[in-house]
């Protein structure tokens, strides 16, 4: 069995690379708990980097790739969740998506903003909604992610 990544795994994993260079290290003097850059954010789902495991010659596998890669990185970054769980509904939905359990929904939720897709997963069924405005509160914490109630 090859486990080594196929040629288009490779120049794939070569061009988020390129554009994840410019941030690959901490802002100077930024004291921030949980770095955050929109614009990484949106060339990575302009760029379709975001979008691979729709493609089925590539597939799941090329998306956690991707995700692996985007994690090395200091900053924050909703990738799992768009790259691997969002080809599974099969429909477009707006990003950010935020993964909540039902039975956890008073706790800080990670990427929770307004127009964010909240996923609740219930021991029996997965449904979906859209965060509007008045429902979410930016919630400071330790994480090293953006969180909100």
């Known amino acids: 069995m090859d486990l080594s990544p196929s040629p288009d795994q490779v120049a794939i994993l070569d061009a988020v690379d390129s ?3 410019p941030y ?3 802002p100077l003097h930024d004291v921030s708990l949980a770095l955050v850059s929109d614009t990484l954010d949106r060339e990575l789902a302009e760029g379709g980097f ?6 089925p010659d590539l597939g799941p596998v090329s998306a956690a790739l991707i995700v692996e890669r985007l994690a090395r990185l200091p900053f924050a970054i909703e990738a799992a969740i768009s790259a691997l769980v969002r080809p599974l509904f099969g429909i477009e939905l707006p990003r950010p998506f935020c993964l909540l359990e039902v039975d956890k929904a008073t706790r800080p939720i990670r990427f929770l903003q307004a127009g964010a897709t909240v996923i609740v997963v219930g021991a029996d069924r997965v449904s979906s909604f859209v965060a509007a405005a008045d429902q ?10 953006p969180m909100a109630l």
Not at 136 to 145: G, K, W
């Open 19 to 21: 554009l994840a260079k």
């Open 24 to 26: 690959a290290s901490v």
């Open 50 to 55: 975001l979008d691979i495991a729709f493609d």
């Open 136 to 145: 979410v509160r930016s919630e400071d914490s330790l994480f090293a992610y």
